[in-house]
């Protein structure tokens, strides 16, 4: 079979199946590692299981996969230039991550599981741009977070990290 035709199935937690191209499977450094493993085994599809992460989930991961060997996403500069991702990445790429919070944080999740550099840089950059220039009080609305400092202890936690 022609390298360019083999199909490697991804396996999610809840057990659905993705057959992707041998190139777009290979962007993850952890399935490349499994393949490796099992390289010997026969010529017959290969199945890779995800427990960690879910179908909707890995189906964002292929999407991006796919989409990043068409179109090489720019590298992301450090520190981000900008709070708009549209300013940091390619329109595609900054639409992609206009996501819920919920979703993105998975995402970041399974990029870090399935070991996808790009993709892990691209959800912690638009996360990092959710917190550029804003205040603790501003950041804690944006995620959600409680404050669990009494105002004794916030005030010493605020001295102890002037800058």
């Not at 720019?74 to 919920?102: C, H, R």
Request: charged residues 30%; glycine residues 4%; proline residues 5%.
């Amino acid at each position: 079979m022609d390298v360019e035709e083999t199909k490697v199935n991804l396996v999610s937690k809840d057990g659905k199946t993705f057959s992707v191209p041998l190139k777009v499977a290979k962007m993850s450094e952890l399935v490349k590692s499994m393949m490796d493993e099992d390289a010997d085994e026969d010529g017959g599809s290969m199945e890779i299981p995800l427990p960690n992460v879910k179908s909707e989930v890995l189906e964002k991961v292929i999407e991006f996969c796919e989409h990043h060997l068409e179109e090489p996403m720019t590298e992301i500069e450090k520190p981000l230039k900008s709070q708009v991702m549209g300013d940091v990445v390619q329109k595609w790429y900054a639409d992609f991550v206009n996501l819920e919070q919920v979703l993105l944080f998975e995402l970041i999740l399974a990029a870090n599981y399935m070991d996808i550099k790009p993709l892990l840089d691209l959800t912690c950059a638009t996360t990092a741009s959710m917190i550029k220039g804003k205040s603790p009080d501003e950041i804690r609305t944006t995620f959600n977070i409680t404050n669990d400092f009494s105002p004794e202890e916030e005030a010493q936690v605020r001295e102890e990290n002037k800058w």
